[in-house]
């Protein structure tokens, strides 16, 4: 005969009492295994709302971080992505850009062949620029309006990482590297333009600009088309400040230098975010 099926026993509504221990802390041992437990939950608590909010904070900033260094790496393929015409534009103008704020246009007379950077710089610069390395070297000429005056623009693809370019730029500014008239940057000379004779000795005024979002050097150097030497050479930045009396001030020489070389930048930084640039074009 089978066994009658029972219920299962109900679940007690409290707990089984705990046989007594000895007390703790006297007769207060209750209250102080209370007082203990809350101060646990609360340092718990305390450091569950610590650690969320150093988590979110460290995870924001390395995707900041990861970001930054992704646009880095994107810059390094722009040379063989973008079209010549993007970085070097066919034609450029600035306002504002000439001696006494005279507005400036510029056309390209030529675009060199990519290639490494052998020969581009005096000896001095290039043992100053060979920790970064040379990716890639592009570079173009332009002239002024009038064609008196010629400008040859630089593209260094560098092929260090973030950290490399911020010590070349300390570099560079902590020992004024970039108005050194014996670390100049070489011309390119388009045969048959009017920049056919523009050589080393024809180099009158030079910008030399180090970034570090980007790896890549951007520099120019100027000089006058009709192959004179004898031009004591100054530094961009020292040559369009106020009262500059010297040639490469007067002539507007350190203008195309430095307004060029913002320009050529800023199509680059436009072709680094994804789209050619417009500002400075004509």
Excluded: N
């Excluded at 007690?12 to 007082?35: D, I, Q």
């Excluded at 971080?65 to 993007?86: I, Y």
């Amino acid at each position: 005969m089978p066994r009658p099926r029972l219920p299962y026993p109900p679940c007690p509504a409290t707990p089984p009492p705990v046989p007594p221990g000895p007390p703790v802390g006297g007769p207060g041992g209750a209250s102080a295994r209370r007082t203990a437990a809350t101060a646990a939950c609360l340092v718990l608590g305390i450091g569950l709302i610590v650690g969320a909010v150093a988590g979110s904070w460290l995870t924001g900033t390395s995707g900041r971080q990861s970001a930054a260094e992704r646009a880095f790496e994107h810059g390094r393929a722009l040379w063989h992505t973008v079209p010549v015409d993007s970085l070097f534009p066919r034609r450029l103008h600035a306002d504002f850009a000439g001696p006494g704020g005279a507005a400036r246009d510029w056309t390209r007379l030529g675009v060199a062949p990519e290639s490494d950077c052998a020969g581009a710089f005096d000896s001095l610069l290039a043992k100053a620029l060979a920790p970064v390395g040379c990716e890639r070297l592009l570079r173009a000429t332009y002239a002024d309006a009038t064609a008196t005056r010629v400008t040859t623009v630089g593209l260094l693809v560098t092929a260090t990482d973030r950290t490399g370019m911020r010590a070349l730029r300390k570099r560079f500014s902590d020992e004024r590297l970039d108005g050194r008239a014996d670390l100049m940057p070489r011309p390119y000379a388009p045969g048959g333009t009017a920049a056919g004779h523009f050589g080393d000795a024809q180099r009158a005024s030079w910008r030399i600009s180090v970034l570090t979002d980007l790896p890549a050097v951007v520099y120019t150097v100027s000089g006058f088309a009709d192959a004179r030497t004898g031009t004591p050479p100054q530094p961009a930045a020292e040559a369009v400040a106020p009262g500059a009396t010297t040639a490469p001030a007067q002539s507007g020489l350190g203008h195309d230098a430095m307004a060029l070389a913002d320009l050529v930048e800023r199509e680059l930084h436009q072709a680094a975010r994804g789209g050619a640039g417009k500002g400075g074009r004509k």
